[in-house]
């Protein structure tokens, strides 16, 4: 019988890494660690924790930036530590892995619905121009829902974000840039 996939691979695949026995309860720990810049997102949501292992009593996780640099690393870092230490794992270690760069399409479908709820319009909401050269061009407003929309610098308030104003309603508001 052939499957007809509803879901991407590459979420797929996140699943059932987080679903593997041995880790599954610190995934499900960590999603209380949320994204400072956008507190309504969870690392996993923003698809930012990329692995969880276990070397023997050590807890080692694996999170990888929106951008080289980004400044809420340190935080997030920080909150990982802390949330698992709080569930009474001492020794956790988190490293952060450049390669492969963070893309747009680990986002968890759930935290592009959150995104959009929390007022930034996330990846997929842009169409492209006529000319097709500028994918972000009409991200849908996420006050509104119109594509009347225009961008107003190419960095919102991070340079993960653009910043678009809305020419139906008239409300700014940031767009999480397809990466």
Known sequence: MNEISLMAEEHYQRLQQRNADD???????????????????????????????LDGEQVVITITPTYSGCPAMDNISTDVVQCLNEHGYADVTVKMSLSPAWSSEWMSPEGRIKLRQYGIAP???????????????H??????????THRVSEFGSTACK?????????????????I
């Open 23 to 53: 880790v599954k309860v610190f995934w499900d720990l960590l999603d209380a660690v949320k994204d400072p810049e956008v507190p309504a997102l969870s690392i996993w949501d923003l698809g930012i924790l990329r692995d969880i292992q």
């Open 123 to 137: 990846p997929e909401d842009a169409e492209l121009d006529a000319d097709g050269l500028t994918p972000d061009a």
């Open 139 to 148: 991200a849908a407003c996420p006050h509104c829902g119109s594509r009347n």
């Open 162 to 178: 653009a910043l678009f104003q809305c020419d139906a309603c008239g409300e700014p508001f940031d767009y999480f840039k397809k």
